[in-house]
Structures are given as C-alpha cells and as structure tokens.
C-alpha cells in the first residue's frame, strides 16, 4: 500500500471541527503584515490577491475586497473594478510562473452556492493542466500539491513584483 503524506491538512481538518478563528479570515489577514504567515500577494488600494490556504492546485489565488461585504452589488464600482484588474494581474502572473493552459475564475456567492467564507465575497483564481483532475480528486477526495505552500507564496510574490515593476 501506497501512503500519502500532507501534514497540511490536519489544520484544515481541525480548523473545520469548530476550531475557527475569530472574526473573518481575510479581515484578519488584512491586519497582519504581509509574508507567508498571511499569504497576501499583493494589496491594491481597494482589494488584495491573496493565496488560498487550502488549495484546489498550486498557485490557488484569491481577490478579495478590503470592504467586509458577502455579495458584489454592495461593493462600490471601484472595488469591483479593481478586483478585475487584480485578476487579470494575477493570471498573468500565474502564466509566468506555471504556464497553465487553462483558468477557472469565479465566485461562490452565498453558502448555499459553495461560498466556504460566505461573509466576505472573493473571486477564485484556479490554474488549471490538462489531466490535473485524476483519481485522486475525483474517488479518493484527496489533492495532491507538487510544492509547499511558502513556496507557492514565494514564487508569486517574487514573480507579481517583477510583472508591476515592468508596468
């Protein structure tokens, strides 16, 4: 038998057994400073690219406003264009590092739509590769991450300096 080690799940396992933080994830990340510790990539004005701790694939981004609101129309338009652009950053930089072939981008509004933070909308950045959906994710509901999480945050972080100081 084959075993698979990911000691990063035991905190997700145990932050989902009423082991929650206090508040909102984001908002708190927000009042942190910036590094692996809170995974923020980058911070605009109105919004901020953030890793997702709890990945679908390496290099899970999310966009987040900086205003606490769980759905777009009660977000200003400058908020909401600034998530846009934050995105279309992002995905350039993943590109640079990764070379997906292929996005999905979206945003689950509400709990009922599979939002797991329902109180505070954010858009998904997920890269995607051909056959990067196997058995593994598909029977075993397991994930399977070729690198660490600092590392993840690391290469983005260095790579979305390098892509904004081109601009």
Known sequence: ????????RMTYI????????EGCVFCNALAQ?????????ARGHRAF????????????????PMAHFPTLELLDPQTRAEMMELTT??????????????????????????????EHVHMHIVPRWAG????MSSVGETRVLPEALED?????????NNLSSRK
């Open 132 to 135: 990067d959906t196997n058995f």
């Open 33 to 41: 400073p910036d590094g692996d510790g809170n995974l923020i990539v």
């Open 49 to 64: 690219v953030i890793l997702n701790r709890y990945p679908y694939t390496s290099g899970h981004l999310m966009v987040v």
């Open 89 to 118: 950053h992002a995905t350039r930089v993943l590109q640079a590092q990764y070379h997906p072939q292929g996005f999905n981008l979206g945003m689950n509004i509400g709990e009922i739509a599979g939002a797991g933070i329902a």
């Open 1 to 8: 038998m084959d075993h698979i080690w990911s000691p990063w």
């Open 152 to 160: 993840t945050y690391n290469r983005i972080r260095q790579e979305w």
């Open 14 to 21: 145990q932050n989902n057994n009423n082991n929650k933080e």
